[in-house]
């Protein structure tokens, strides 16, 4: 499973890229916000300042809702940098979008994906990557996971080339279990993706290693 990122924020991203295990980054447009990213030149800056730091697929959002205003937009955005998903919400207009996004040989990544029929929709259009919103889901009283299971076996069977990114990740076991269901990406906030790192075990292993490794050269001195 590839590891995304899932923020705008350059330093966390800096942080995640730094682990050496970071494939790509997905941004959106509330995550741009909360960034202060604003105005057009701005908006392309910082998608290239991300494309600088991290040698994998960028996502970047159309924020049109017409299929001439996402592809004239999506067309932009493709030519910052090679690595441009553009990502495309899953509405009609969308549909249209991503199908010749990918006649026109250009990545896409269709967002807000909460049911099986549209998943099948992105991918018979030719979408890279669709997102499936797990933890908007559960937030709603639904089972995001049983949805990326179901997505996998479904891809599965009709072997369609769209990649499962599994998206608004809320915790550490939403990773794994995301892992588990077959997911090919996840794309996770920073504190998730370090939340794999922590076992109690671990901490208290290291403490009494590093306690025994001071005893260990008292003998080797005395
Ligand atoms: C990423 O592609 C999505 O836009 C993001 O994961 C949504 O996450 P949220 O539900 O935490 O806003």
């Known amino acids: 499973m590839k590891f995304f990122i899932d923020t705008a924020n350059l330093a966390q991203i800096r942080e995640a890229h730094s682990l050496g295990i970071l494939d790509g980054v997905t941004t959106n447009p509330s995550l741009m916000a909360k960034e202060g990213v604003k105005g057009e030149r701005n908006i392309f800056d910082h998608y290239k300042k991300i494309c600088e730091i991290v040698d994998g697929d960028i996502s970047a959002e159309v924020i049109s809702t017409d299929?001439?205003?996402?592809?004239?937009?999506?067309?932009?955005?493709?030519?910052?940098h090679k690595n441009i998903v553009v990502k495309v919400p899953m509405i009609k207009d969308g549909v249209k979008a991503i199908k010749w996004f990918s006649d026109n040989n250009?990545?896409?990544?269709?967002?807000?994906?909460?049911?099986?029929g549209q998943a099948i929709l992105a991918a018979k259009a030719g979408a890279t990557y669709?997102?499936?919103?797990?933890?908007?889901?559960?937030?709603?009283?639904?089972?995001?996971?049983?949805?990326?299971?179901?997505?996998h076996q479904i891809y599965t069977i009709q072997n369609f080339n769209t990649q499962i990114?599994?998206?608004?990740?809320?915790?550490?076991n939403h990773i794994i279990a995301c892992a588990s269901a077959g997911a090919h990406v996840c794309t996770s906030p920073l504190d998730s993706i370090l939340g794999l790192l922590k076992h109690p075990l671990t901490d208290a292993g290291l403490?009494?290693?590093?306690?025994?490794?001071?005893?260990?050269?008292?003998?080797?001195?005395?």
């Open 207 to 222: 403490l009494k290693f590093i306690e025994d490794s001071k005893k260990m050269q008292e003998a080797v001195l005395a």
């Open 106 to 116: 250009i990545k896409t990544n269709c967002t807000l994906v909460f049911s099986s």
């Open 165 to 172: 990114l599994a998206a608004s990740i809320r915790h550490v």
């Open 67 to 80: 299929f001439e205003g996402m592809i004239a937009e999506g067309k932009k955005l493709a030519a910052i």
């Open 130 to 151: 669709v997102s499936p919103f797990i933890g908007r889901l559960d937030d709603t009283g639904w089972d995001g996971l049983a949805l990326i299971r179901e997505l």
